[in-house]
């Protein structure tokens, strides 16, 4: 899929109406066919079935015209439980959890249910005749509006059990690592081309430094949601380039910022057109806010977004700062036991693409830098912060990440002794240190 396609798909599935207005238009097919099948057909419901059928116009008219209006009204109260709950997780959790409950497909769908079914029966109002010339009752559709409106019930008892579910901490917290490990089981840039060979890379990095590179620069601000792997690749190989992608994803660029730097891969090649290179910011998607796809880091910073909204002095929610530190040791730990993919892309015969992404280490980083600063005193979230370091330590076996999880360990041990304020609470973090440092010895 292109990538503005793709974007606005995924703005699509995002919004509050899409799926409701789908499902209305699924009402008026709905209501036009029931309503045709009782007009063309030679069933009779009413005199075969009168108890369920027999309703009469006037009848008919008072039911659809209830279930309507109550339908109506119950969409309304779902629209402002369903902002209420917006409101409470920014303010209780944070911001970046927003999107999250905008696209939650059960929602969406409640919302739309009642909304399809307040459509369905005003079509269907509208068709039913009463006087004696030209009279028409669509027994079968005035039956079937019945039916959906005890739909309703239910649906109705499945949203309050929803809501009330999806505002628990565990719930959110598990919903947010879910979206980062599975964003983590293909790197970015894992699918863009194939990794260069050794000998390729080397060659590629030195002429890479030693030639003049051709500039892209941005149209617009925002964030850098995500690159077309298939089609910078694409453009690299039709145009005889090597392409370097300057900005990272979840990158905040300005207007006429770096976003591209572009030269042909063989020495004294004609450079490549203008033309050519103002089809390349169409391959990166900026956008005003971040998103997960490509964006492990992202799904990261919203997990410690909630721990340090936790820890502030308004909240002081240790057990909620705590159940997160378990979620990021969870991603810690699926980072340290995976390979990361080399920047350096090639087609499958010479390199094309070197782009930037974030290294173990700058993952690290982000998941613990904020927390222990904000744990300052805290000798719970501290020891806390030593296990999630020690069960990432126990899934790696390389030396480089091993250290990068010891420079970590020290950091909270000495944040521990310069800011707890009692010695059996620095013990308590010193023998925990003690402990575990097996597990990130190099």
């Known amino acids: 899929m292109p990538t503005n396609l793709r974007y606005y798909w995924q703005q699509l599935q995002e919004s509050l109406w899409f799926v409701p207005g789908l499902l209305v238009l699924g009402a008026f097919g709905l209501a036009y066919g029931v309503v045709e099948f009782d007009a063309r057909t030679s069933f009779d419901g009413d005199k075969r079935f009168p108890l369920l059928f027999g309703a009469g116009a006037e009848g008919s008219r008072g039911m659809l015209t209830a279930i309507a209006g109550s339908m109506l009204t119950v969409a309304a109260l779902v629209f402002s439980l369903t902002l209420s709950t917006i409101s409470q997780v920014s303010s209780q959790y944070s911001p970046r959890v927003l999107r999250n409950f905008m696209r939650d497909r059960g929602n969406q769908v409640v919302m739309g249910y009642f909304v399809g079914v307040f459509a369905y029966c005003l079509i269907v109002l509208g068709t039913i005749r009463g006087n004696d010339e030209q009279r028409f009752v669509p027994s079968t559709a005035v039956l079937l ?14 949203f309050i059990h929803h809501i009330a579910e999806s505002l628990q901490t ?8 879910n979206e980062t490990l599975n964003a983590m089981n293909e790197l970015f840039p894992a699918e863009l081309g194939d990794p260069a060979a050794p000998e390729q890379a080397a060659d590629a990095l030195a002429f890479a430094a030693l030639h003049s590179w051709q500039t892209v620069c941005s149209t617009q601000a925002g964030y850098v949601q995500r690159l077309n792997a298939t089609g910078i690749m694409r453009w690299a190989k039709q145009h005889h380039a090597l392409l370097r992608a300057e900005q990272p994803i979840g990158a905040f660029v300005g207007e006429e910022a770096l976003l591209f730097s572009v030269r042909p891969d063989t020495p004294g090649a004609d450079a490549i057109p203008a033309a050519a290179l103002k089809e390349l910011p169409d391959q990166m998607v900026v956008a005003r806010h971040r998103s997960i796809e490509q964006d492990v880091a992202f799904g990261i910073q919203q997990l410690v977004d909630i721990t340090l909204r936790a820890l502030s002095s308004g909240v002081n929610d240790t057990t909620t700062a705590i159940m997160a530190i378990d979620h990021l040791a969870l991603a810690s730990q699926r980072l340290a036991s995976r390979p ?7 087609d499958g015969q010479q390199p094309r693409v070197l782009a930037q992404a974030m290294d173990f280490a700058g993952y690290m980083r982000l998941a613990f830098d904020l927390v222990r600063i904000n744990a300052e005193g805290n000798h719970a979230v501290l020891r ?30 000495a944040c521990a002794n310069s800011t707890l304020s009692t010695d059996y609470e620095k013990q308590a973090v010193q023998a925990l240190h003690a402990e575990l440092k097996a597990s990130w010895q190099v």
């Open 170 to 177: 565990g719930t959110i917290l598990h919903r947010i690592s």
């Open 145 to 158: 509006g019945l039916v959906l409106a005890l739909g309703g019930v239910v649906a109705l008892i499945y």
């Open 384 to 413: 806390r912060l030593l296990r999630a370091l020690a069960l990432a330590a126990q899934a790696t076996g390389t030396a480089e990440r091993k250290k990068v999880l010891a420079e970590q360990a020290e950091l909270l041990l």
């Open 340 to 346: 990361f993919p080399p920047r350096l892309r090639s």
